[in-house]
């Protein structure tokens, strides 16, 4: 039996990862033409005040920005399978694969981070709501799910600096110099994911409560830990499990904002610079990853179904 | 297992932690170390291809260059202790101090100058600023077109000895564009073992600083070269915050995380009147002028001298200096501004004469028929768009001129900049990399010029900047171009608005610090204490 579902499991997992592929090499079509679409370049940018007609030219053919938009596109992809993304347009002779190396930890970290917490504090706070339901504590708690939604995350960036970091003085204003430094940026990244998954919770289990089995083993005379812990989150925890995939791509987003307000040289403020400068082979990497990553994070959601409810056959 | 309780006593110890262990920021070391802004990261350490502000003030610091000038343009030694020129100033010889060394230990010969020129004039080289600063060196039109790889006019006499022959045409301001930070020299052997990353390493220099370490978008370290040849810096440690919001900064120096940073305009009010700054608030003067560009061959009214004076007599500077800026920038009333030597203080600009632009304007014939303008925003800086919004005011007020202010990303605002055929008018800024007036004449009003963006044409311009880069004395030049000049403001080339300053907060314990009006590279830091 069990070794069917795995089986099963495996099928299901390799048709999914089989359509990521075409997924991606869209998404690759999509963000190289939408580079190269958008006015400016990167030897403008490069050459700045300094620019010359000849010194132009050369450098676009060191680039490779003379040979045709077909040719471009061929040398890109065949790169991005082997993981080569090729060198920064910006920057001479700094090879992608090293930027990723140096920044991309860095953002995983801050998003796994902002993830986990969200999805513990999120789920407490869910839990705390459904069996207070209608309490103060419930109340209070749907009043700061609103506000946590509302308020734009750069806001809240300021307000934290304002407070912790210049008047308090109790963390870091900007930059990674050591764990502290995480704290804010996390609490940023993390609020509104929270918020979402306290509501989703609340309201699942809400539902679940509802339910007969529900009653069943109250009136059995189960204890309320154990119907809660057992019952109840175990059937609610679809929806939770999918919103916390969402999350993870919310955060990736807001990492783009975040990076920049807090000074933290991750793989999202690499990206932004990478657009304003319009280094292209930056921008494709930079896009490319995260695309990737989002894919992956929701097909683990999707396979993860199936360890919460046993019902779920592929 | 952890219980319930564990969790909670585990929350409680990590959040204690915290607020015990302060800022997270490391004490105050014992090594002296002075912390700057930084705006943006590198984009190379290249000096021969740096053309922003982080490149330019990385290679200030780790390359020694033939000459230096100080904050007023005057020229002194650096890497050359004399030179003499001869050939009716067209053959100029240095005298290289044999004391200087690379921070490798090997010392500094002439072959190592002639090596680091002719790579900036090789066209793969890929240096924008080749043209301005080696221009005029004998052979740089035969090393750019590709026919050979030396440049004929740069010639080693012997190790300590270095000629440079300039071609009689492009002599003027050589000591000027000889020093610049692009041209510091670099010990071959470093960059040809280097590989195509060499730059990154930080190595090949001789400058008074040494990358110690670059943490990419965080922060540079560099370490004073204590054998630097004309006297070591004064702190240990020199430390460049890479810091792009300007908002993030001024946080960062009110935290104590940095010695010195810029107040950005927005901020400038509040800074200024708040008594907690004391006298750590210092401004001085930017070689940086803010003008628009009127564009004829894009806009069909701007053909007409007589439209494009109306435009500029329609401009009240003063006002907008004294009301938009505060008092803070000052009117413009040149195109090059007062720091670059020679500029021509005394320069008569179309005066603002409301009555004078609306008889202009109708003398033209397009009073009333005007198509719709639209003018660019250099979007980099505020004030660019603060000018901006007060000209289109005016001129609706003056000329009854709408207005359309078109605000795009810099990468685009730029690229349509280079075409030179899209802006029918644009709001710009040009800040000096060296205190010449080349920088302004050359590259704005030459019509030659790829850089004159507005399409400005008029021969005797030309050939007055043709006579100044010939001119046998600096006073000769510095004539030429000042006519040049008057007879482009006379045709509303461009209109200048005004100059701009620069505004920075220094911690009181920093002591030597002096600004500088350039755009790129800071004064020299080698002064600099730091006495906590």
């Known amino acids: 039996?069990?070794?069917?579902?795995?089986?099963?499991?495996?099928?299901?997992?390799?048709?999914?990862?089989?359509?990521?592929?075409?997924?991606?090499?869209?998404?690759?079509?999509?963000?190289?033409?939408?580079?190269?679409?958008?006015?400016?370049?990167?030897?403008?940018?490069?050459?700045?005040?300094?620019?010359?007609?000849?010194?132009?030219?050369?450098?676009?053919?060191?680039?490779?920005?003379?040979?045709?938009?077909?040719?471009?596109?061929?040398?890109?992809?065949?790169?991005?399978?082997?993981?080569?993304?090729?060198e920064s347009f910006i920057s001479p002779g700094r090879r992608i694969s090293g930027i990723v190396r140096q920044t991309l930890p860095l953002s995983l970290r801050l998003t796994v981070l902002a993830v986990g917490s969200a999805a513990v504090l999120g789920l407490t706070?869910?839990?705390?709501?459904?069996?207070?339901?209608?309490?103060?504590?419930?109340?209070?708690?749907?009043?700061?799910?609103?506000?946590?939604?509302?308020?734009?995350?750069?806001?809240?960036?300021?307000?934290?600096?304002?407070?912790?970091?210049?008047?308090?003085?109790?963390?870091?204003?900007?930059?990674?110099?050591?764990?502290?430094?995480?704290?804010?940026?996390?609490?940023?990244?993390?609020?509104?994911?929270?918020?979402?998954?306290?509501?989703?919770?609340?309201?699942?289990?809400?539902?679940?409560?509802?339910?007969?089995?529900?009653?069943?083993?109250?009136?059995?005379?189960?204890?309320?830990?154990?119907i809660i812990f057992r019952h109840v989150l175990r059937n609610a925890a679809l929806p939770i499990v999918t919103t916390v995939g969402l999350a993870f791509g919310y955060t990736l987003t807001g990492s783009f904002i975040v990076e920049v307000i807090f000074n933290i040289p991750g793989m999202a403020r690499v990206g932004v610079e990478g657009i304003l400068q319009r280094d292209y082979t930056v921008i494709q990497a930079v896009v490319l990853i995260y695309t990737s990553l989002f894919i992956f994070v929701n097909l683990v959601v999707d396979l993860s179904y199936a360890l919460f409810n046993p019902r779920i056959r592929y | 297992m952890m219980t319930r309780h564990g969790l909670w006593a585990l929350t409680a110890l990590i959040i204690a932690g915290a607020l015990a262990s302060g800022t997270g920021v490391t004490a105050a070391p014992t090594e002296t170390v002075f912390r700057v802004w930084m705006v943006g990261d590198a984009r190379s350490l290249d000096p021969a291809v740096a053309a922003d502000f982080p490149s330019g003030s990385s290679a200030f610091l780790m390359h020694l260059r033939l000459v230096a000038s100080d904050a007023t343009g005057k020229i002194h030694p650096m890497g050359a202790r004399s030179w003499t020129v001869t050939g009716g100033g067209l053959v100029y010889?240095?005298?290289?101090?044999?004391?200087?060394?690379?921070?490798?230990?090997?010392?500094?010969?002439?072959?190592?100058?002639?090596?680091?020129?002719?790579?900036?004039?090789?066209?793969?080289?890929?240096?924008?600023?080749?043209?301005?600063?080696?221009?005029?060196?004998?052979?740089?039109?035969?090393?750019?077109?590709?026919?050979?790889?030396?440049?004929?006019?740069?010639?080693?006499?012997?190790?300590?000895?270095?000629?440079?022959?300039?071609?009689?045409?492009?002599?003027?301001?050589?000591?000027?564009?000889?020093?610049?930070?692009?041209?510091?020299?670099?010990?071959?052997?470093?960059?040809e073992a280097g590989g195509r990353d060499w730059a990154d390493k930080g190595v090949a220099g001789a400058g008074p600083f040494k990358l110690a370490r670059w943490e990419?978008?965080?922060?540079?370290?560099?370490?004073?070269?204590?054998?630097?040849?004309?006297?070591?810096?004064?702190?240990?440690?020199?430390?460049?915050?890479?810091?792009?919001?300007?908002v993030t900064r001024l946080n960062l120096y009110d935290a104590g995380q940095l010695d010195l940073t810029d107040v950005p305009l927005a901020d400038f009010r509040r800074v200024s009147g708040d008594s907690q700054y004391g006298n750590q608030l210092k401004i001085f003067p930017r070689a940086q002028s803010l003008f628009l560009g009127l564009n004829g061959p894009v806009y069909e009214p701007f053909r007409d001298i007589r439209v494009r004076r109306a435009f500029a007599q329609a401009v009240d500077r003063e006002r907008i200096a004294r009301t938009v800026f505060l008092g803070f920038y000052a009117p413009a009333y040149g195109i090059a501004p007062p720091q670059i030597a020679g500029a021509d203080k005394n320069l008569k600009v179309l005066p603002y004469n409301p009555d004078a632009a609306k008889k202009l304007l109708a003398e033209s014939g397009w009073a009333g028929r005007m198509p719709p303008l639209e003018m660019a925003i250099n979007p980099a800086a505020p004030d660019y768009q603060m000018v901006a919004e007060a000209v289109a005011a005016m001129w609706k007020e003056t000329l009854g001129i709408d207005v359309r202010l078109q605000r795009q990303e810099f990468a685009a605002y730029r690229a349509a900049l280079n075409r030179r055929n899209v802006f029918p008018s644009f709001m710009q800024g040009w800040t000096a990399t060296l205190l010449d007036f080349s920088i302004y004449l050359d590259q704005l009003l030459d019509s030659r010029s790829g850089l004159n963006f507005a399409n400005y044409k008029n021969a005797d311009v030309d050939k007055l900047i043709d006579q100044a880069n010939s001119a046998r004395s600096e006073s000769e030049r510095e004539g030429f171009y000042r006519q040049a000049e008057q007879i482009a403001m006379n045709d509303a080339a461009l209109v200048p608005v005004v100059f701009t300053r620069w505004a920075v907060l220094v911690k009181p314990y920093v002591r030597g610090f002096e600004g500088s009006p350039l755009s790129l590279g800071w004064t020299d830091l080698n002064g600099i204490e730091v006495r906590r």
């Open chain 1, 1 to 86: 039996m069990a070794s069917r579902f795995a089986a099963s499991l495996a099928r299901y997992a390799l048709y999914r990862i089989g359509l990521t592929l075409p997924l991606l090499l869209g998404a690759a079509l999509l963000i190289f033409f939408a580079g190269r679409l958008a006015p400016g370049d990167p030897v403008a940018i490069r050459l700045g005040d300094h620019y010359d007609e000849k010194a132009a030219l050369a450098i676009k053919k060191q680039l490779g920005l003379d040979q045709p938009i077909w040719a471009q596109f061929v040398r890109y992809i065949t790169g991005a399978v082997r993981g080569d993304f090729g």
């Open chain 2, 93 to 191: 010889t240095f005298d290289l101090d044999p004391r200087a060394k690379f921070h490798s230990g090997k010392p500094v010969t002439a072959a190592d100058w002639k090596w680091t020129l002719d790579r900036v004039a090789q066209p793969e080289t890929g240096s924008g600023a080749a043209q301005s600063l080696l221009g005029g060196i004998i052979g740089f039109g035969a090393v750019r077109g590709g026919a050979t790889r030396s440049l004929a006019g740069v010639r080693v006499v012997n190790p300590t000895t270095l000629q440079i022959a300039l071609d009689p045409d492009g002599r003027g301001g050589f000591l000027n564009r000889i020093g610049s930070y692009q041209l510091g020299v670099l010990n071959r052997e470093e960059v």
């Open chain 2, 216 to 246: 990419r978008n965080v922060k540079f370290v560099f370490a004073a070269n204590k054998d630097y040849f004309l006297g070591a810096p004064k702190v240990d440690t020199l430390e460049l915050v890479i810091a792009p919001s300007a």
């Open chain 1, 125 to 226: 706070l869910g839990i705390i709501g459904s069996i207070s339901v209608r309490s103060a504590w419930d109340r209070a708690l749907q009043v700061l799910v609103v506000v946590a939604l509302s308020v734009p995350n750069f806001v809240v960036a300021a307000l934290l600096v304002l407070v912790f970091a210049l008047w308090l003085r109790t963390l870091p204003v900007a930059g990674i110099s050591g764990w502290q430094s995480y704290v804010l940026p996390v609490v940023v990244l993390a609020i509104a994911p929270t918020a979402y998954i306290t509501r989703i919770s609340r309201t699942s289990m809400l539902q679940v409560m509802a339910e007969d089995y529900v009653r069943t083993a109250r009136s059995k005379g189960l204890a309320r830990p154990r």
